[in-house]
Every structure is written in C-alpha cells, then in structure tokens.
C-alpha cells in the first residue's frame, strides 16, 4: 500500500435505490428549490413568481460516504424535476472545477442534456438512461431536465476537483436551453428576457 497524505476510505458496495434516486449507504443530501436559483433564468419575473408562489424543489442531489478527498471518487445522484421558468427549462446551477478535472456522468432515468461550455463554445450532449455524458478538464457544465418526468444521472468525480459557482454566474453557459416544438431550442446566453 503506496503511503497518502489522507488515508483512503476502505473498499465499499453502495446501492442505488431507483424509486427515490438516493445511495445506502447514503453521504450528504440536499435540495434546490427555487428561491436558490436566483440569477440563473432569463425570465426573472417568472423566476420570482415562482419562487413566491410555491418555491418548489428544483433539484436534489444524494451523494455517497465517498469523501470529497484527492485520489477518492465521489459520486452523486442528481434528480431534475420538470418544469420551466419563462420557457427555460429547470436546471442545475452550473460549475467549473477549480482543479481542472473530467467528471463522467450516466444518464438512469427521464431525459435530459448534458450543457458544457469552455468560456468560448458551448456544447450540448443529449442524455437519457445508458448514455455516458464525458466532461473534459475545463468545461464547465450544466445538467437540463427536457423532458416531462424526473431526468436522474449519477455523476463520478475526482475528490480534489472542487467546485466554482461563480464562474458560471460570470460567464454564464453559452446558451439557454428553452422549451420548443418538441425538440429544445438553444438562445445565446445573453438573449433576455425570454419569452414563455
Ligand atoms: C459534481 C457533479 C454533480 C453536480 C450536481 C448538481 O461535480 O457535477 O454532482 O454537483 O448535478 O449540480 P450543481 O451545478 O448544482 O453542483
Ligand atoms: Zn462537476
């Protein structure tokens, strides 16, 4: 056994359960309603609306006890309720990784998209159950409920990789993804407000 800075966790099995999307066992899990997302939809009076009206849980993310510690690899379940505020789709808030590092996503259940953007071009990966969204070093990255049910991916990346929100609120993510005749439709990130 090589020596480490930060031992290592031992060697575990975790359990998906696909009724509710969590892991047994089960790390830390939290909640993004509405009221959490400010600044991230074009439409703000229909984001403040929303958010007055019911505040309801955008998304939820169930994490493993994999710590977020170099050399481990976490991960994560993400459940995006469907919806829309002003025409865009409900989302995630968006990262970069500090540290550079990729980070692969596997799409289990409802449909959705993988939105990357490496502060130049945006990118969008279509997800739905058995696709691997690959996210490279340096693109930051967005996941996008399209669909009408719950879109739910477990997500596996390295421990020191760490978590930049504010270089999305900066730079945004290239494109808004909007509801459209039956396909999504893209709108640069700076088109506002965006119509219903
Ligand atoms: C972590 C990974 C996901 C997201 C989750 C929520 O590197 O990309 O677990 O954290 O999908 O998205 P966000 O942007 O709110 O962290
Ligand atoms: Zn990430």
Known sequence: ????????ID????TFQPPTGGMTPSGPVLSRRM???????????AWRAA????DPVVYEVASSPVPEAPGE???????IHPGAVGGEFHMTKGHQHPNPQGEIYLGLSGTGG?????????KWIPMAPGVIGYIPPGWAHRSVNTGDEPYRFLAVYPGDAGHDYGWVLEHG???RVLRGAGEPRFAPFQAEPVAG
Request: aromatic content about 8%.
């Open 73 to 79: 690899l976490p991960q994560s379940i993400t459940t």
């Open 35 to 45: 009221s959490d997302l400010e600044g991230l939809f074009a439409d703000t009076a």
């Open 51 to 54: 958010r007055d009206e019911a």
């Open 114 to 122: 993988l939105l990357l953007f490496d502060g130049t071009t945006p």
């Open 173 to 175: 993510m290239g494109w």
């Open 11 to 14: 060697p575990m099995s975790i």
């Open 1 to 8: 056994m090589p020596e480490f800075a930060v031992p290592p």
